[in-house]
């Protein structure tokens, strides 16, 4: 049976006022969460809910106002999660086989043998002949799969995912999604998927939990009962696939519908 990797309960993040006189700002309450081992959850919501926020205190990178998370290791947070944060935050002064190898270079591998692991997953990631190559010099696509090969090779069994695919055009995005599957499905990891975006939530999760703003909760969650391996261009197509997406994009709808 599948255990438990990672548990928040009543957690809650508020913000400090941004000046003198200001207001707070109440970005989450009452988060209950869990993701259990291998699972593949995606987390949905508008703008501002709370979801980078949420990733944060998951990650150990921030402290919440009230609640706790726990990994069902024991162990603690930083060190054993893995994250990739919205932006792709390449090192402009690395090339590609230098910033995939932070890495394994952050759990204290030398630079050599940092390299040597990064280079045996150049091809498993869609970088191959391009180890040398500075980010400035390749596709947006290709660095969001030099971020998420570094981000694997933090070798973490839990990895967080802030909306990784979002800025790239439709068809590098579908790419990308598939490539994430296959690779968690070889790799046994457990992962927390933030995205705005329907139906990749559906295509990529075992559930989707929304979110609502203001401050930012769990408003439902969804099991998402399409058999894998779900093809991309086809799943959509699907009348299950439609009614999970109807269900979870009318009450989205209504939310930014109350959105001044
Ligand atoms: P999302 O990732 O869903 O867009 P965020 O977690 O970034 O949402 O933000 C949730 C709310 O908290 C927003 O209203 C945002 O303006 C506010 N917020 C985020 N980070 C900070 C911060 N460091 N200080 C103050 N307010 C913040
Ligand atoms: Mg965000």
């Not at 990784?164 to 068809?171: E, I, R």
């Not at 598939?178 to 457990?190: C, D, F, H, I, T």
Request: proline content about 7%; some cysteine.
């Amino acid at each position: 049976m599948a255990e438990p990797v990672l548990t928040a309960s009543g957690l809650a993040r508020t913000y400090p006022p941004a000046r003198a006189g200001g207001e707070e700002v109440a970005a989450l309450a009452g988060i209950d969460l869990q993701i259990m081992s291998g699972e593949l959850v995606s987390i949905i919501g508008p703008s501002g809910c709370g979801k980078s926020t949420l990733l944060n205190l998951l990650a150990g990178l921030d402290e919440p106002t009230a609640g706790s998370v726990a990994l069902g290791s024991g162990s603690p947070l930083l060190g054993s999660v893995a994250y990739m944060p919205q932006a792709d935050l390449l090192m402009p002064w690395r090339t590609v086989l230098d910033n995939a190898a932070v890495g394994p270079q952050l759990r204290g591998l030398s630079i050599g043998e940092a390299r040597e692991r990064a280079r045996a997953e150049l091809l498993r990631f869609g970088l191959d002949g391009f180890a040398d190559a500075w980010p400035s010099q390749i596709s947006g696509g290709m660095r969001q799969r030099t971020a998420l090969l570094r981000t694997f090779l933090t070798d973490c069994d839990v990895m967080l995912l802030d909306e990784p695919f979002g800025a790239l055009d439709a068809l590098t995005r579908q790419d990308m999604q598939e490539r994430l599957v296959e690779l968690w499905a070889a790799e046994g990891k457990s992962i927390l998927f933030v995205t705005h975006d329907v139906e990749e939530a559906l295509f990529l999760g075992d559930r989707v939990v929304r979110m609502t703003p203001r401050p930012g909760r769990i408003a439902d969650e969804v099991a998402v009962d399409l058999p894998r391996p779900r093809a991309a261009g086809v799943t959509d197509l699907e009348p299950r696939f439609i009614e999970l997406k109807r269900a979870l994009e009318e009450p989205l709808r209504a939310e930014e519908a109350r959105t001044p």
